[in-house]
């Protein structure tokens, strides 16, 4: 059942869109996937077995009760009822504490995974101690809120045995009282204190399987709340092309706002139109909506008005996988998985069981990745660390590049793919990315001057808006140009 819980939990992430990851921490989500699946997995297979047990042994005991002696019966049962209206009260305060121990226990867990996935920044500025400090805090939290249910439960137990006792000692006296007056044999005020006991080691199940189920329920909201959300961006499903796209991109009238940040605008009324074929370079200060032309072309987000269109169709009317299956990207700062450089290139394939070894030679070729791969000891079967860290920023980006090239699109992004790389690795980076480039539709963002210059459009973006467009030549020709004062204010390095 946990096996299921967490196949389902962990798919319901993955098809969330990119807006609600913007929006919770990687921490949290992975507390959801391992310690709240736990405890909603166990409620559900051994708890319920003994909470069904108790409940079947409390019935008969019961029945057995009132078939002894219908008025000793009444007279044990009478604290019952008292007793299960706490139990309704002390289960709505049990979920609420859950609730709260498993989202501090979140936070902590947040706090420890952002904090170890960024080791070298903390050893970098020798902030170990406060970091101690910081998950010493976080984790405080959840030892109070531990404390806080404990406290709970060992109140709500205490209860229910004092209940226990009281029965027991009322149905001695009362029996008592009815063999003297001869209502009732000594055997059967034996036989009737058997079962009496045999429900009070019943009850004593049924109050523990009580409080697990509510324990048990805090935790299960939070994972019903993302299972039960549907994706404002569906993996797949919608209109697919017969053929591969031509490449002709359009931005029209576009609005847009980060749904983590929905008070800024970043693009406002935004007009681009790229031609099949043809590299198109976008510019400008930072923060002014370059790195999200791309976000909103892979569909990452949808855009709060207007449309996105390739070659005539609405990209919101295209499958999403088909649309991002023909889109190769290169960032800037590129994320490989902790595996070999050989698997890390063929993520971007469709079918990787289908890339024969000649293949993926030629397309590391191309990317400028066979010439260093040879010098390592295990070749393409070297590891790269968690996010790459046994790689240079240079050879990352060229892994990147021959990522996106093995499965061959049709267009291509760039997001500032040189601006992080010295000289050598941004040649060799350029170099690969001129022989990928042919024959395709490239959108690049660009702080490079050797980026700009082979740029069919350059196009300048400020304000969300594009100010000035035209190829190299022409906007250097022009006086008080956009582009002309971006270079006075802004480093393109040549």
Not at 85 to 110: F, H, M, N, W
Not at 169 to 179: H, R, W
Not at 445 to 457: G, V
Request: net charge neutral; aromatic share 8%.
């Amino acid at each position: 059942m946990t096996q299921a819980l967490r196949t389902k939990v962990f798919n319901a992430i993955l098809k969330q869109e990119q807006g609600w990851f913007d929006k919770r921490p990687t921490g949290e989500l992975i507390n959801r996937l391992s310690s709240d699946t736990q405890i909603v997995g166990q409620a559900l297979s051994q708890n319920i077995s003994d909470g069904l047990r108790s409940t079947v042994m409390v019935f008969v005991g019961t029945g057995m009760m009132f078939y002894m002696s219908p008025q000793l019966a009444l007279v044990g049962l009478a604290i019952v009822p008292p007793v299960a209206g706490v139990a309704v009260v002390y289960g709505r305060y049990v979920r609420g504490i859950s609730r709260r121990l498993q989202d501090s226990l979140a936070e902590a867990t947040k706090v420890a995974e952002e904090k170890i996935s960024n080791m070298r920044t903390v050893k970098a500025f020798a902030q170990e101690p406060r970091e101690m400090d910081a998950y010493l805090h976080s984790i405080k939290n959840v030892l109070n809120l531990g404390y806080l249910e404990a406290k709970a439960r060992a109140i709500f137990y205490g209860m229910t045995g004092f209940s226990g006792h009281v029965i027991i000692i009322s149905v001695l006296y009362y029996g008592g009282v009815m063999v003297s007056s001869h209502e009732i044999t000594v055997g059967n005020l034996s036989s009737f204190l058997l079962y009496a006991a045999y429900i009070g080691v019943s009850v004593g199940g049924l109050s523990s399987f009580y409080t697990e189920l509510n324990r048990s329920l805090g935790a299960a909201t939070r994972i019903w709340e993302i299972i039960d959300r549907p994706p404002t961006i569906a993996v797949s499903g919608g209109f697919t092309p017969m053929s591969e796209p031509d490449g002709h991109i359009e931005y029209k009238n576009i609005k847009f706002s980060y749904p983590s940040r929905e008070d800024i605008e970043i693009l406002n009324n935004f007009d681009l139109n790229i031609v099949p074929g043809k590299m198109v370079a976008v510019v400008g200060p930072s923060g002014s909506g370059k790195s999200t032309l791309a976000a909103l072309l892979l569909r990452l987000y949808d855009p709060d008005n207007g449309a996105i269109y390739l070659d005539g169709h609405n990209i919101k009317d295209l499958d999403p996988s088909w649309l991002r299956k023909h889109i190769g990207t290169v960032s800037q700062e590129p994320i490989l998985f902790s595996c070999s450089i050989k698997d890390n290139i063929l993520y971007g394939a469709d079918d990787p069981e289908e890339v024969t070894e000649d293949e993926l030679i030629k397309v590391a070729k191309e990317a400028n990745v066979y010439e260093f791969v040879q010098q390592l000891p295990d070749g393409f079967n070297t590891v790269v660390g968690e996010r790459g860290v046994m790689l240079s920023g240079g050879q990352k980006q060229r892994v990147a590049i021959a990522r996106a090239l093995i499965k061959n699109p049709k267009i291509l992004l760039l997001d500032e793919a040189t601006s992080a790389l010295d000289a050598q690795s941004e040649r060799l980076v350029q170099e690969a990315l001129e022989r990928v480039m042919k024959g395709r539709t490239v959108l690049t963002i660009a702080h490079r001057l050797s980026t700009i210059q082979n740029a069919d459009t350059i196009a300048v973006l400020k304000n969300g808006q594009i100010i000035e467009q035209g190829n190299y030549q022409q906007l250097l020709n022009r006086e008080n140009g956009a582009f002309k004062e971006l270079m006075k204010h802004q480093t393109f390095e040549s």
